[in-house]
């Protein structure tokens, strides 16, 4: 176990920067995923700390070890990837024994280490199979296994559970957490699934064009995003967003140039402070909105555009002026397209968003 310190990490290929000014510390034994869209640079990140990348500057601290000028060999981390590389000649046994045996390790050590990696993962009936009698979830238990023999200070994992289906993703990412939880090796995990990263991370650190955007935990970048495309990326289906203009008449709103108004509590108001003259975006969640059928003084009128039932719940795409709102309803709402209703908001779910430096206002 090491606790993982990136300060000031650079890594330019050619002119491009891939990764900016990157500050940050991973705690020892803690999981922690690196989330972001194609191209964000968490994969660069992740070769960094590995070593199969030389950053441009900054440094990366393992445990005690600054290891910026070490090999990847010498870093005592483990990496899986998205593709297993599983020996095909070899038997799952010999494929996690593998490593101990590069190693020079002796005979009785490496099956005690093989057994106890195989008890972990649940893989001790397919120790004697070859890759291609196996499939897609068990070669990515020993690809996994593979790793945990060599124990580690830290895991490294980019995308490993992206070729498995749905089911059997949903499986291993649960496998993955409780691994992870009882071994307590700290574990760096790379992928741009938001899934992924909300149910099985302490902590997720987000990126975007090789900047970090915020590092908190699940709870805190749904619930708190830090910046606006952290607010557009986490959550299903995206955050509502429109830009307005704060008018201070009786009760202080946000307005857009149509009818889209929200009355803002005293709280928002004083956080607007020095924003109040320029545009800013609000934000609000589907699940923040909630439909009036009934609408009173004070509810925002709405037409209904478009549902999209989806069992447990139902999606409302609702019109205001010329945009539109997602809403969550319950399934037991029945509302037809055009009729004419209103919502309200849960205030204090709301967000806004500067718009030059899109950092929370609150
Ligand atoms: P993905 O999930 O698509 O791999 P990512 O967030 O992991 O996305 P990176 O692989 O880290 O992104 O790539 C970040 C940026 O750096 C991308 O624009 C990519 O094209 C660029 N890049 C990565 N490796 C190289 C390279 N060897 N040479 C030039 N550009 C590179």
């Known amino acids: 176990m090491a606790e993982i310190v990136i300060q000031n990490l650079i890594k330019k290929y050619g002119d491009f920067t891939a990764v900016k000014n990157l500050d940050l510390t991973i705690r020892d034994g803690e999981f922690i995923t690196l989330l972001g869209p194609s191209g964000c640079g968490k994969t ?8 199969l990348e030389t950053q441009t500057s900054g440094d990366i601290k393992i445990g005690p ?6 090999k990847a060999g010498d870093r005592d981390i483990a990496m899986v990837f998205q593709f297993y590389a599983l020996y095909p ?16 390790m002796e005979q009785t050590a490496v ?8 008890k972990t993962l649940k893989i001790e009936y397919l ?8 499939g897609a979830g068990e070669q990515q ?6 790793a945990m023999v060599r124990r580690p200070q830290v895991y490294l994992m980019d995308e490993p559970l992206t070729n498995l289906d749905a089911k059997l993703r949903s499986e291993m990412r649960m496998e993955l957490k409780r691994l992870q939880r009882e071994v307590g090796t700290t574990m760096v995990y790379v992928t741009h699934d938001q899934t992924e990263a909300l149910s099985m991370s302490q902590r997720i650190a987000i990126m975007n064009l090789g900047v970090l955007q915020q590092v908190g935990t699940p709870l805190d970048v749904y619930n708190r995003p830090a910046t606006l495309f952290v607010a557009g990326f986490i959550g299903t289906p995206p955050m509502n967003f429109v830009r307005c203009k704060v008018v201070d008449g009786d009760i202080p709103t946000l307005r857009d140039e149509e009818s889209f108004v929200y009355k803002l509590t005293p709280q928002q108001r004083a956080a607007i402070g020095s924003h109040s003259s320029a545009e800013l975006v609000f934000g609000i969640r589907a699940e923040d909105i909630h439909i009036v059928p009934e609408p009173s003084a004070g509810d925002l009128p709405v037409e209904v555009f478009l549902r999209e039932p989806l069992g447990d719940e139902i999606i409302y795409d609702l019109k205001v002026g010329d945009k539109i709102f997602r809403a969550k309803a319950p399934p037991t709402l029945r509302l037809n397209n055009g009729d004419k209703v209103a ?18 206002i609150f």
């Open 44 to 51: 660069t990140t992740l070769r960094c700390i590995a070593g």
């Open 65 to 70: 070890r600054v290891v910026n000028d070490l």
């Open 89 to 104: 000649h070899l038997t799952a046994y010999d494929n996690i024994a593998f490593p101990l045996r590069a190693q020079k």
């Open 111 to 118: 099956n005690e280490r093989v057994k106890t990696a195989a």
């Open 127 to 134: 120790l004697n199979k070859r890759p291609n009698k196996l």
């Open 141 to 146: 238990r020993v690809a996994l296994g593979r």
């Open 343 to 360: 919502v309200s908001f849960d205030t204090v779910r709301a967000h806004a968003y500067d718009t030059q430096t899109e950092q929370a």
